[in-house]
């Protein structure tokens, strides 16, 4: 198959370089990295992982930009962030059409929705992503939580092997699950993401200092009630005892823990805030449903 990485960020950079470790150069498979920004610092010195599971240096067998790729893709993960989701889908659109896989890896629910009505043509499953993973300079990723999951799959039926790419995941070492129920697992970690980047942006606080104040750990718990009642409402069978099982992730992290968002913000980049905050809002008002913490937070960091 001839698989493409678009996004050579924390999470496709990690994954497409497990990929490019196992098969690039070897025929079976052909690796693609797409990306910009580290294109020509790949090409000359290969992406380096530094990981849990060991340090390594690989080349995948092409690095491109989307404008110059040609050509068919069986398979395409889409790792870019929320906010860029259009326009990366739009410029990869050229290399897809109704044999191609794209199965999109960003931070968000309903992502599958999104990505169907930009690349109509294309057959897309949906999919998430357990890592902590981030850029630590040109053409170097730094995984650091212990954790690499990546589950996938489609609640419709797909004219697709998905067998395939599971295997081929597999073989690469990638903890990988392919799931009839993928709306489940996306939903339950927006529960968790959705609360802690809304939460730990608007206090810039660490989750540890936010878990110790009984202010902020009430209005943790008010953020998880409103996410969960938002999926129950779509039709997700959220389980009863979520918000509990969230808080006690949340207190097996580092005290001094950060969100992506947060750390976004602290920087003054371009932020997930709708896909992460911004969304319930809208949703749950479609839905008569009341949000008031994260309309609170959304309007005081838009």
Known sequence: MKIGILGIGGVGGFF??????????????????????????????????????GDFIVH???VTSAAELNGHLDVLFLTTKSYDLESSAQSIAHCLDENSLVIPLLNGVEMDRRVKAILPNAQVANGCVYIVSTIKGPGIIQESGGIQKLSFGSSEPLDFD??????????????????????????????????????????DLSLGEILESSDHLALM????????????????????????????????????ATSSMQRD??????????????????????YNLKANSFEKIYQALS
Not at 167 to 180: F, P, Q, V
Not at 235 to 253: C, N, P, R, T, W
């Open 16 to 53: 497409g370089g497990i990929l490019a470790k196992e098969y690039a150069g070897k025929g079976e498979h052909e690796i693609i990295f797409v990306s910009r920004s580290s294109k020509e610092t790949i090409e000359k010195n290969g992406l380096e992982l530094r990981s849990t599971i």
């Open 162 to 203: 998905l067998d395939a790419v599971q295997d081929i995941l597999r073989k690469a070492g990638i903890e990988s699950k392919l799931s009839n129920d993928i709306e489940l697992i996306t939903w339950n970690k927006y529960v968790f993401i959705s609360s802690v980047a809304s939460l730990t942006s608007y206090t």
């Open 60 to 62: 995948p067998d092409l």
């Open 221 to 256: 718990k008010l953020l998880l009630s409103e996410v969960i009642a938002l999926g129950k409402a779509k039709g997700v069978l959220l389980s009863d005892d979520l918000a509990e099982k969230a808080i006690q992730q949340m207190k097996g992290l580092p005290f001094e």
């Open 265 to 286: 913000f602290r920087a003054k980049n371009i932020t997930e805030l709708d896909a992460l905050c911004g969304f319930v809002v809208k949703e749950s008002e479609m």
